[in-house]
């Protein structure tokens, strides 16, 4: 059974950084693209970035490119989302997800996904 557990989330100001990491069990972590998505209160579920299964690949969405970079270390199964001035624009619940192979935008494809952590940004 894959699982997917997230962490890092915290309260910060607006210009902080701050890393999330993913890790998943119960599956080969490297046969396995990854993605992170955003949930602002109100709002519906978005995506932000995405890589390969191999890392070689990613992609990011435009609101956030030059200030987020997704990574991944598949010796430690874990996935990691790096955020740089934060603004409280990107306060929202995060989750990771997992695929078989697909690396975009669509939720649907995405077939595991974890509980979330909460990321708040104030001025």
């Known amino acids: 059974q894959v699982q997917l557990k997230e962490s890092g989330g915290r309260l910060v100001q607006t210009g902080d950084s701050l890393r999330l990491s993913c890790v998943l069990s119960?599956?080969?972590?490297?046969?396995?693209?990854m993605a992170w998505f955003r949930q602002a209160p109100g709002q519906e579920r978005e995506f932000v970035a995405a890589?390969?299964?191999?890392?070689?690949?990613?992609e990011i969405d435009n609101s956030i490119k030059g200030r987020f970079t997704i990574s991944r270390d598949n010796a430690k199964n874990t996935l990691y989302l790096k955020m740089e001035n934060l603004k409280p624009e990107d306060s929202a619940i995060y989750y990771c997800?997992?695929?078989?192979?697909?690396?975009?935008?669509?939720?649907?494809?995405?077939?595991?996904w974890g509980q979330g952590t909460q990321v708040t940004v104030f001025s």
């Open positions: 997800a997992s695929s078989r192979g697909y690396y975009g935008p669509e939720e649907i494809d995405y077939d595991h």
């Open positions: 890589i390969s299964r191999s890392g070689s690949d990613t």
């Open positions: 119960g599956a080969a972590f490297s046969d396995r693209a």
